[in-house]
């Protein structure tokens, strides 16, 4: 269906507000964010004011040079696909810097327009845009524009519409241009080939000279000073507190752990409780009265309440507290505070060989550990990036919520946002002494350059905040109708049928529960060796909030106030703790290892990372247990 549009693609650098554009401009709905490494990967969509327009959203890069990932995918899409016109997004709050890559994109002699994104902001930055000169000086259409805001879109589509301009106006001295000319004769190339040629063996980097000497003049010719940069010296205040060398650490961990509280404490508590009461009391008592009133036979209506009903209302119980940790990470993200965090990690993150470049994926990874996998493609080497994906399931995901949640609130009701924290805290130190452990035998290198834009703080917008949690949000939403509604039911008949397919009374001598009582051995020395904890544990594999669902079904409970107690009975705080433990390290889901095997690229690498996570969760386990009954 694509075939016959007119190919548009969208470039910009990182954090210009890209994926926002591509997300008005084809009614999509996208993940956004403050931060670096949001688009990783092109994504296409039919242009909603002109159906005739596919847009293509391209990773967001600072050069045409294809080093990074990122770099090539874009590279190889302008060159070797050829679109027929670049919207080039330039950040007007930043012009100088983004015109860098304007003055490359020009080079390829691909049609061009200029949007001049965040125009809005730049009078509360202290300078104005001459607009007219900036498309005169170029001799490209440059039009300002707010895509969170929706302003100039439609000058900006019939722009587009007249099918733009290119005009390369950098002229090189005499002897960069021979060169070029040389090539271009020599090589039957393009002048863009000749030019990144000479560019690579050009040791003293004439033309990136030029290149700057052309976008000073440009900027002297556009830019007019009004007043001071108000959102850059606030910047500059919150940093020098927010990025404190001695400061930024606690900092950070404060800021967690106030989330947390907020999370897990008495407001979220209260908030899961108040729905455990609409759906697993009031919901599930109609559905009973329903059910007998239409007398519906024993078995469809014990799976109905006890497995599907139980299995589900046990994990969505925790929707707002899910809803609630999510919304304080992308309103952190679209701040510009989680930019900064790896910039903060990154003395640490030397020590492993890594930098802190890496640490953007592995906070993605406390949402889900698939994007953030994927998100490893921004980093600049292939060591850097399969050392990062092999940490990153170290990261608690969304998904283990659940599980802390009714874990928490049943053997430590009055801790319950500091004992999750120290998980979430625990997940970090093993991911750093890992990629200690792996840098220095597996994967030994040279400490990677560290490069990285902290974006200004702003205030997020409600829309922006709302779909970047939404986005996180709705894939719980869907593992709840699919994956958890599917091992529920699963789970209730191997644990209602023996082996003969006869139902049985005890579930102990059911299908499920011989199987456990046979791995159940295992988990004996981490201080749960029950065998429906342990099938529980294997029903994680397929998603993690399977575990609860399927501990609600096995133990028999109606609620989560019924599971609560079955825990307290079963679990003591310690055991507890070393489950919990356990669930937080062990092998991610299915579509995590899934991802993992199609980045990495090799079966032995997925592999060991599978064969690792299970050894480092059952010895830490183990260690938690052993050693806490030290003290108890």
Not at 349 to 355: A, C, P, V
Not at 481 to 505: C, P, Q
Request: charged letters at 15%; one cysteine or more; proline letters at 4%.
């Amino acid at each position: 269906m694509f075939d016959t549009k007119t190919v548009v693609a969208l470039v910009g650098n990182p954090n210009c507000g890209k994926t926002t554009l591509f997300n008005e401009l084809t009614g999509s709905n996208y993940d956004v964010g403050n931060r670096i490494g949001v688009t990783v990967e092109s994504k296409k969509g039919i242009c909603r004011y002109n159906k005739n327009m596919l847009i293509v959203d391209l990773p967001g890069i600072y050069s045409l040079s294809p080093n990074s990932a990122e770099e090539i995918i874009t590279h190889d899409f302008i060159i070797n696909e050829k679109p027929d016109l670049i919207l080039n997004i330039v950040d007007a709050t930043n012009l100088e810097r983004n015109l860098y890559l304007t003055t490359q994109l020009a080079e390829t002699g691909v049609p061009m327009v200029i949007a001049l994104n965040m125009a809005d902001a730049v009078k509360k930055n202290g300078f104005e845009i001459n607009a007219n000169m900036l498309t005169k000086r170029l001799n490209i259409p440059s039009v300002p524009i707010s895509a969170s805001k929706c302003i100039g879109i439609e000058k900006l589509i019939k722009e587009c519409n007249l099918g733009g301009n290119t005009q390369n106006q950098i002229k090189y001295n005499a002897e960069i241009e021979r060169a070029i000319s040389a090539l271009c004769l020599k090589n039957k190339i393009s002048r863009f080939y000749a030019i990144q040629l000479t560019e690579k063996n050009d040791t003293e980097t004439h033309i990136a000279q030029a290149r700057y000497k052309f976008i000073k003049s440009v900027a002297a010719d556009c830019i007019k000073i009004i007043g001071q940069n108000r959102q850059f010296l606030l910047t500059e205040k919150i940093d020098s507190i927010a990025m404190h060398p001695l400061f930024a650490i606690p900092i950070f961990i404060l800021v967690m752990f106030c989330v947390f509280q907020i999370t897990f404490g008495t407001f979220g508590s209260m908030l899961s409780d108040m729905l455990d009461t609409l759906f697993n009391v009031q919901f599930a008592n109609m559905l009973e009265n329903i059910l007998i009133s239409a007398e519906v036979g024993a078995f469809f209506k014990g799976l109905l309440l006890d497995g599907i009903i139980s299995g589900i209302g046990s994990v969505i119980t925790f929707f707002p507290q899910i809803m609630l940790l999510f919304l304080f990470l992308s309103f952190l993200e679209d701040s510009g505070y989680m930019a900064r965090t790896a910039f903060i990690m990154d003395k640490l993150f030397i020590k492993i060989g890594l930098s802190g470049k890496s640490f953007v994926p592995m906070i993605m990874g406390f949402g889900c550990s698939v994007p953030a996998i994927m998100a490893v493609r921004t980093l600049d080497n292939e060591r850097d990036r399969k050392l990062t994906m092999l940490l990153i399931p170290f990261m608690s995901c969304g998904a283990k919520m659940p599980v802390y949640a009714v874990f928490t609130a049943a053997l430590f009701p009055n801790n319950a946002g500091i004992v999750t924290f120290s998980l979430y805290i625990l997940g970090i130190a093993l991911g750093v002494i890992s990629g200690l452990i792996l840098s220095n035998t597996v994967f030994k290198g040279d400490e990677p350059p560290f490069v990285i834009e902290l974006p200004l703080y702003r205030m997020p917008t409600f829309k922006s905040t709302f779909n970047h949690m939404w986005d996180k949000v709705k894939d719980f939403l869907t593992r709840v109708g699919t994956v958890i509604l599917l091992a529920s039911i699963i789970i209730w008949l191997l644990e209602n049928l023996d082996f003969h397919l006869h139902l049985t009374a005890d579930s102990e001598y059911s299908i499920i529960g011989t199987f456990g009582k046979l791995i159940a051995p295992i988990f004996k020395p981490c201080g749960f060796g029950n065998w429906k904890v342990a099938v529980s544990l294997i029903s994680g594999f397929a998603a993690k909030e399977a575990v609860v669902s399927t501990m609600s079904i096995l133990y028999g409970a109606y609620n989560t106030a019924d599971l609560v107690l079955c825990l307290t009975t079963s679990f003591t705080p310690l055991s507890a703790y070393s489950f919990l433990t356990f669930v937080l390290l062990y092998v991610p889901c299915i579509a995590a290892v899934s991802t993992l095997r199609s980045e990495l690229n090799s079966r032995k690498l997925t592999a060991f990372s599978v064969l690792y996570q299970l050894s480092v969760a059952w010895i830490m386990s183990t260690l938690v247990f052993q050693i806490g009954n030290l003290f108890v």
